[in-house]
């Protein structure tokens, strides 16, 4: 076992130790599903406060000009590019997840005249294979759902696939895939690629333009830490911006939104992609959430995150109770994104039980346990509360207990 001093002077250490107070975080507690919504910040509560009091209260409709808030969608999609490896101008900060991969798939098949695979891996995310679906029913031929292994995805490739709708970090298992190697493997066979970014945005260094991506979604509020629900993002490549079209064409994808012409003319830019109005409160918390990325960079916190769980692995293994759970996805944690997966018959009343003892996991059917790493506020002294908590759990048998085993609607 490593020994408390060992954590306490690995926290000593640790160059990102003073951002743990940033976050507002219940004390006696291990905060391990920052990967499904990651907590509120000081700044992120002191922009909320002003935008509402300081600019929506005393300016109302001045705001739109005078606060910028009708550039934030734009004005966020440059932070975004900035952490995910992009240049300016090609990521813009709007709608749902699901929207953005709608509206990226549609402009990969409109890329891609004559073909309609749509090509998916049978254990991505369900909102991605849902809106897959959902595109064949209105498009008819145009649009056909194929899906593979994870495992399958290199040999699958083949001409006639139109686009590849791949997740970085498999939600399940925590497995990272090779972007750049697949993005070039695709796009041999003249395949557009989305990936979807939701569970390695933030917290794994990507570089989309290196990688020649061609278009790509993610969402704010989990390790990127924008608030309950925070709007999502869309990237598109610039050299497809001129050529592309998106069918959820609202009047602020327009190249003149106020000129209120009766026909859509889409903007040439990354502004095509958006459908309405901002929603503003919301953005702005996710303005102020990614200004900690001013300050520390992606790899900073990847090789952090690595260490938190190499150490939560290393503890729980020499805990004597790891033979009850199985990891699943890769042992190697530079194959993996920021979460460690475990399968356990038992795996929702143990996540109960772990909540109660200030252990905060989460639950994903049928028998996974899943704990995800942010190191912006997680130190390895939490690691090691974390593992004793779970190895005494373990030990009294609280997860087959019928209090642990009420479910409600969100797991
Ligand atoms: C969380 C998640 C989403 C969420 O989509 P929303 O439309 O924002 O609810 C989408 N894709 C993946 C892979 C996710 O993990």
Redesign the pocket.
Known sequence: MISNDELARLDQQDPLRQYRSEFLLAKDSCYLDGN?LGPVSQRVVQKLQDVVTAQWQPDLIASWNKHGWIDLPLRIGDQLAAILGAESGQIACCD??????FKAISAALSLSSGKSKVLTTTD??P??RYMIEGLSKLMDERCELVSVDEDDILNSLSDDVAVLVL?QVN?RTGQLLDMKAITQAAQEYGIRVVW?L??SAGIVPIALDDCNVDFA???S??FLNGGP?AP?FIYAAKRHLESLEQPLSGWLGHRRPFDFSPNYDASSGIAQFLCGTPSVISMSAVEAALTLYEEISVEQLREKSLSLMEVFLAQFHQSGAAEKLTLVGPRDLTQRGSQLAFEYEHAYGLCQALIKRGVVGDFRAPNILRFGFSPLYLSFQDIGFAVDQLVESLRAGEATQAINNQRSVVT
Do not use: E, P, Q, R
């Open positions: 499904s749902s997840t699901s929207i953005n991969l991505n995310f909102t991605d997740t939600f979807d939701a569970h979604v993610g969402c509020y989990k629900g999502a």
